[in-house]
């Protein structure tokens, strides 16, 4: 990628996924390798949480709340990149751009497919003072493709290594894999849920918003006939490119089971078996030398050990090679902008279906 202007190439990734748990912010400097330089989780009051979860499904005066919503996420995520700058002590002027997500309320892959997201830039970007690049999604949907995963590239810059398959995985809400060989991105996919279901039961059950390192799920025995019929879900069969989200797991995808008749604890322990076994299927299908996990559930231990019991090669999160699993997909959305700064494409075509690379994003000036 060519190098940009900026003496300093600082640059402000924010993230807030399908778990709608906190905005993730990081600041990253690239020399040309990534270094976070600072990172702050942004907590989501609980109303805003319930108006955007309530965005995710169908329902009446749509259009009004999501522009409300949009309007008072922007504003959340110019507090959390305000937060991050202080307390790196680090000034808006010394930023050349903020690459932000948003908050997906709908994605929906396939002919004449669409991505939305919230979180205004305009805000952002007049809050901050900050160029910020936003919508990075559509153009990669436009041009055939899922426009998801975006991370594949970022995956290939910070992770690849010569001589090795390696897969990585972000385990957020979603999960989702990124095949590399050597440095190149050679494939890659959403392969399901990741913590979604777990999170949706364990608040269904006993209100809480996670199950802290599984332990609620390693109480119980996994439901093996109910696992095997959750296989056969038709995503998890689909052939790649595929992505996915709130659409297809949720609560209301939980409430299709006969769950209520089986321990609660039982029904935990099935679901994150379902997280790993959809997950640890498509890395032994891609025949990884190395799995390295990303994202909130790298820190679920009972997931990782279930993974490390199913995967044919070594397991590890990427703690290990520098970069703290939660700190991932926010510096991915730093080098995303980094990359429309520069007139680089984001998106990886072998995984999104795309039938070109390109340029991603809008960029919104303060
Ligand atoms: N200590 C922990 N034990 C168990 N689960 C955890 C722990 N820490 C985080 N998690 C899980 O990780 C989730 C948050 O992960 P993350 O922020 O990566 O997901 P996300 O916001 O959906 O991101 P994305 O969709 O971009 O991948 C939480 O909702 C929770 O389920
Ligand atoms: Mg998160």
């Known amino acids: 990628m060519p190098r940009t202007t900026s003496a300093n190439d600082l640059y402000v990734g924010l993230m807030s996924g399908t778990s709608v748990d906190a905005i993730d912010a990081a600041l990253v400097r690239f020399s040309p390798a990534c270094d976070i330089v600072a990172w702050h989780s942004h907590p989501i009051p609980e109303q805003l949480r319930c108006g955007i979860l309530e965005l995710c499904q169908p329902g009446d005066n749509e259009i009004d709340r999501f522009g409300q919503l949009d309007v008072a996420l922007g504003d959340l995520f110019a507090e959390a990149t305000l937060a991050l700058l202080d307390s790196a002590g680090v000034s808006a002027d010394a930023v050349t751009a903020i690459g932000s997500h948003g908050q997906t309320v709908r ?37 055939g493709g899922q426009g998801a995963p975006l991370v594949p590239a970022f995956h290939a810059s910070v992770f690849g290594l010569a001589g090795e398959r390696r897969v990585v995985a972000n385990i957020g809400g979603m999960a989702n894999i990124t095949v590399l060989d050597g440095d190149a991105v050679s494939g890659g996919y959403d392969t399901g849920p990741g913590n979604v279901l777990m999170d949706s039961w364990i608040y269904q059950q006993r209100g809480e918003h996670l199950d802290h390192n599984g332990e609620w799920a390693a109480s119980g025995q996994c439901l093996d006939e109910l696992l095997a019929d959750m296989l056969t879900d038709d995503f998890i069969r689909r052939p790649a490119p595929k992505s996915t989200g709130r659409e297809d797991f949720d609560a209301h995808w939980l409430a299709r089971w006969p769950l209520e008749q089986s321990a609660p604890a039982d029904v935990q ?25 990303c994202g909130g559930g790298a820190r679920n231990d009972t997931l990782m050990r279930a993974l490390a019991a199913l995967c044919n090669c070594p397991v590890t999160s990427t703690d290990d090679y520098g970069v703290p699993p939660e700190q991932v997909e926010a510096a991915a959305f730093a080098w995303l902008a980094r990359a429309r700064m520069a007139g680089a494409p984001g998106n990886a075509p072998a ?8 340029v991603l994003g809008a960029l919104y000036l303060p």
Do not use: C, W
């Open 269 to 293: 322990a099935t679901l994150l078996a379902f997280t790993a076994r959809s997950l640890a299927d498509a890395v032994n299908n891609a025949a990884a030398d190395r799995l390295l996990v």
């Open 351 to 358: 995984v999104t279906g795309a039938n070109r690379a390109a």
């Open 107 to 143: 994605h929906r892959p396939g002919e004449g497919g669409f991505s939305l997201q919230l979180g205004s830039a305009d805000v952002i970007s007049a809050r901050t003072g900050i160029a910020t690049v936003a919508n990075f999604r559509n153009h990669d949907m436009v041009l």
